[in-house]
């Protein structure tokens, strides 16, 4: 069987961004919380067929922190496993996820501007394809950022 873990995605802790000074703390944050064992994860099974074979494409993330992310063997879903409790999620998107992902304390209107612009092109898109103007929706985002995508959707 062929190994699907490419050297490049082996753990090293490296991150393949520059990253600033806001994010190099963030990182640093959330590295001590898994080492004192603040942040909890669990494994978990594939959620489209329940199926616990996988195989591990990458250990860590763009930002050089532990993130297995797998390959269900069954149906071929890409997913994270072991990933963070959904407790831990919730405290991670509240306090460190803006300055790694973002490198800002807070999201600036050019963010939010920025997602607003591809949300008009998204439902630009979807109205040409789709005429969804005038329809009752509902949308779902899956990580949306600031909101400013979803904010063209209301």
Known sequence: MKIMLSPRFKNDGKPI???????????ADVELKIEKGQYEFEEVN?????SNEYELLAEKDRYGLTYYTVICKNCG???????????VYAEFYNSEYRKLYVGENMASEKFF???VFRGKRIF???NANYKIKNKKLDVL???????GILSIFK
């Open 77 to 87: 879903l890409f997913y994270v496993s072991p990933r963070m409790t959904g407790k």
């Open 124 to 126: 630009q898109f979807l």
């Open 141 to 147: 985002e899956v990580s949306c950022g600031a909101g």
């Open 46 to 50: 594939c959620a489209a067929c329940k």
């Open 113 to 115: 501007a920025d997602q």
């Open 17 to 27: 961004y520059k990253l600033n000074e806001i994010q190099l703390q963030a990182k």
